[in-house]
């Protein structure tokens, strides 16, 4: 096509010289109109309006618009910016934040979960390395970064906060990373959370006498101190012979006052702690029989029986006796031909320790 250099179309020779009223050669108006058809589907130079391209983004080259901008432009399919983007007048970033798959690299230290920004992996903690927590709760990371020098601050946001309502956050400097904190909610406070929230000077709350607590008080300000052992056992049935009183293989119970169940149902006492205890038995009956009735520590009786040859009224024991842990006593009585009514087995806690 009869182009010069600058862009400029002509007619090809001999296309536009006919004379009027004579015959025209038909290979002139062919050559004439297969130019036209050429020129019309091919690039049209920038001089005569056009773009000198067949793509867009040679046409954008061409006619200079990029550099014309003084930037390039951001492809929306997907691009990297190499500056800022700095948004005005109330305008937001709508989307594009959280994890996009639970299969990616399942590592915390992984640069497609720390970087700045979001993590592209939702992570378990018990299946991801480095992770803040071994549960089986799923978590976001989201970093922030400091620069473009890698040093971040990454937290483990939950996904789910009635299975796991607890943040946790690190960071990274000079590529070492700290150890996981959480962040104190209303939701992983209280006993158990290891938070030092939970604590006065390291000491807990407690009813108990438990090691490096501190005592807990009621509405009213007064401490408030569990029930002590204590026992009341009373018996009105028994075997012939020796019998351990308050043994309900024997008998019933008559009374069963048990405070903080150390006496079993073999009427056996154990002391739950070391102390310092006070313990009394004694039976009721009709005269004769020669009964008889002990206290015993461990199996060994303390002390003389006490006898009762008359019967009128009944006998009773006591002793003061100092007990470890897991020291056991009980009750004995033994009245072959005497007439019992009820016998009882009690005992407290004087001091602990």
Do not use: C
């Not at 199996?299 to 003389?304: D, V």
Request: charged share 10%; net charge negative.
């Amino acid at each position: 096509m009869p182009r010069n250099g600058s862009g400029i179309y002509s007619l090809p020779v001999g296309t536009n010289d006919f004379t009027p009223n004579t015959t025209i050669e038909s290979s002139k108006i062919d050559t004439l109109s297969g130019d036209l058809e050429s020129d019309a589907n091919t690039a049209r130079p920038i001089v005569v309006g056009g773009t000198g391209a067949t793509t867009a983004a040679a046409a954008l080259t061409n006619l200079g618009a990029q550099a014309d901008l003084g930037y390039t432009p951001v492809n929306k399919a997907g691009d990297t910016m190499t500056g800022n983007l700095t948004l005005s007048g109330g305008k937001r970033i709508i989307g594009g934040f959280g994890a996009a798959t639970n299969n990616g690299v399942l590592d915390w230290n992984d640069p497609s979960n720390a970087r700045a920004g979001s993590g592209y992996s939702l992570l378990q903690g018990s299946t991801s390395l480095n992770a803040p927590d071994a549960t089986g709760n799923y978590f976001h990371s989201f970093s922030y970064e400091y620069g473009n020098t890698g040093n971040l601050t990454q937290f483990a946001i939950p996904r789910i906060t009635s299975a796991s309502p607890t943040i946790h956050f690190r960071s990274v400097y000079a590529d070492v990373w700290q150890p996981w904190v959480k962040v104190w909610t209303d939701g992983n406070d209280g006993s158990g959370s290891g938070l030092d929230a939970d604590k006065l000077r390291g000491a807990v709350p407690d009813t108990n006498a438990s090691a490096n607590s501190i005592v807990k008080r009621d509405a009213s300000g007064y401490g408030i101190n569990p029930l002590p052992p204590a026992f009341y056992i009373e018996q009105a049935s028994f075997a012939s012979g020796t019998a351990r009183i308050g043994n309900t293989s024997v008998g019933a119970r008559v009374a069963d006052f048990n405070q903080g169940s150390h006496v079993a149902t073999s009427g056996i006492f154990t002391a739950p702690f070391a102390g310092t205890w006070l313990f009394s038995t004694g039976f009721i009956g009709a005269a004769g029989g020669s009964p008889w009735l002990a206290l015993n520590i461990n199996g060994n009786r303390q002390g003389h029986p006490i006898l009762n040859y008359v019967m009128s009224t009944g006998v009773a024991k006591t002793i003061t006796a100092y007990l470890s842990a897991g020291d056991s006593v009980d009750a004995v009585f033994s009245g072959t031909s005497a007439t019992i009514y009820s016998a009882f087995f009690t005992g407290h806690l004087i001091a602990k320790g």
